[in-house]
């Protein structure tokens, strides 16, 4: 069964500058997470949606951070513009609705991010 | 504020050589206390789930025991491959009931 699978894992940008990272969950997973990790931290949420609906976006950065779950599967997380802050792996887990109460999410191997 | 504390920050080992990692814990009303493993360029790999003081879990080397303050991973005899940091994480019974991890113990098992 293939896991969750990110894209760009690697992504190098000048800041100001837009990047996006996309996320495929794993099969028949209503849940998606997005989290960002700085280095020597440990993962920090983002957004939580349950099937195309953001149900937590609390710390969610929405002056320069989106994000979309169109249809339900597929997500994109956006930074426009970047700044050097946000620098940081970002991780996307996904979970069948249980994996709130069970805390079993599967995550991706992230997509680091680099901003010069 | 929900707070994961975990001790050591570091931890080297012999293989062999007993030990246990620490994740202390301040929340409101704990709904569950979790623990991943991480390898270097990867992402978090769930371990256990606790819910309630004198719970136990175990998955092969690891054994995972819970408190009403504090959780411990005990490693029982570990091998090269159980190098990693591992990440404790709790979930609240406030707000959005998100999981808050905290920073996790790098361990390092020599042959």
């Known amino acids: 069964e293939a896991g969750v699978v990110q894209s760009p894992r690697y992504k190098i940008i000048e800041k100001k500058q837009p990047v996006a990272f996309w996320c495929n969950p794993i099969?028949?997973?209503?849940?998606l997470y997005w989290y960002r990790q700085n280095l020597g931290q440990g993962p920090e949420l983002l957004i939580r949606y349950e099937n195309e609906e953001a149900v937590d976006d609390s710390q969610l950065p929405k002056d320069r951070f989106s994000a979309e779950r169109l249809k339900g599967v597929d997500s994109t997380l956006k930074i426009q513009p970047a700044e050097l802050g946000d620098s940081a792996v970002y991780l996307c887990?996904?979970?069948?609705?249980?994996?709130?109460?069970?805390?079993?999410?599967?995550f991706g191997e992230g997509s680091r991010l680099t901003v010069l | 504020e929900d707070q994961v504390t975990q001790s050591p920050e570091a931890l080297r080992l012999q293989e062999g050589e007993s030990s246990s990692l620490n994740c202390s814990y301040t929340?409101?009303?704990?709904?569950?206390l979790f623990w991943y493993r991480q390898d270097p360029g990867k992402g978090p790999e769930f371990l256990f789930t606790l819910y309630s003081a004198g719970e136990e879990k175990e998955k092969e080397r690891l054994k995972a025991t819970l408190t009403k303050k504090e959780s411990f991973l005990h490693i029982t005899a570990p091998k090269p491959e159980d190098s990693a940091t591992y990440l404790c994480?709790?979930?609240?019974?406030?707000?959005?009931?998100?999981?808050?991890f905290g920073t996790g113990t790098r361990l390092l098992v020599s042959p």
């Open positions: 099969s028949g997973h209503n849940t």
């Open positions: 887990a996904s979970s069948p609705s249980s994996g709130v109460n069970t805390g079993e999410l599967f």
């Open positions: 929340v409101s009303g704990l709904r569950g």
């Open positions: 994480a709790v979930r609240a019974n406030t707000g959005f009931q998100k999981l808050v």
